[in-house]
């Protein structure tokens, strides 16, 4: 869109595409997807499974989808924040990323826009996978720990392409806490609620 919608593209972009890197992820961010079994990548570590020389493979596919990782096959170009030579390595321009990540959700293509200083994306203000995961997240807290809060939570991990909950492992309301606040760091992530959700469960510091 052009005008003043939402907010301008350019603040998020690569410094390789003209933007600012304005936000970008924190390797704690990336760590929280799961591989694509399911595992966090500490239990693929402990399994032998977790390649650490190439950490993207076998992951979340939500984890692609939202933001751009070094070695990425990207609108048609690798991106490449781990070569010093490449204008994205971190510390390498005002505009290069801190942390070698940017971000992918909501940015498409850059070069769909005229100029992406005279642009910006609408983005959620409200969508059914937060109700899905709040209803689990207070059927949970209030220890109701049963087949609608487990579809609640599949639904969501299904439609990106992931396994059911095992529900063995994570039966109770310890290990469903560790997952669905996991769940809605990397569902809505970019999307305003995060700061929200950190200060109510008392993690912020």
Known sequence: ????????????????????SSVVPLQSLVDAYEMADGKTIEEAKAAGEY????????RDTRLRATIIYPGQNWNDYIYDSVDPDS??????????T??????????????????????????????YGEILLTLA?????LGQIDGEMYDAIDQIRERAGMPKVDRTKYASQKKLLELIRRRRRVEFVF?????????????AH
Request: glycine content about 12%; hydrophobic content about 30%; charged content about 30%.
């Open 1 to 20: 869109l052009k005008g003043d919608l939402g907010n301008s593209v350019g603040a998020f972009f690569p410094e390789s595409k003209g933007g600012w």
């Open 51 to 58: 390649d650490e020389t190439n950490p993207y493979v076998n």
């Open 87 to 96: 204008p994205d390595y971190p510390g390498s321009s005002n505009n290069a």
């Open 98 to 127: 801190s942390t070698g990540y940017n971000f992918r959700k909501y940015l498409g293509n850059g070069d769909e826009f005229d100029d992406m200083w005279d642009a910006s994306r609408t983005i959620f203000m409200f969508r």
């Open 191 to 203: 999307e305003g609620l995060r700061r929200y959700d950190i200060v109510r469960w008392g993690i």
């Open 137 to 141: 997240e207070a059927k949970i807290e």
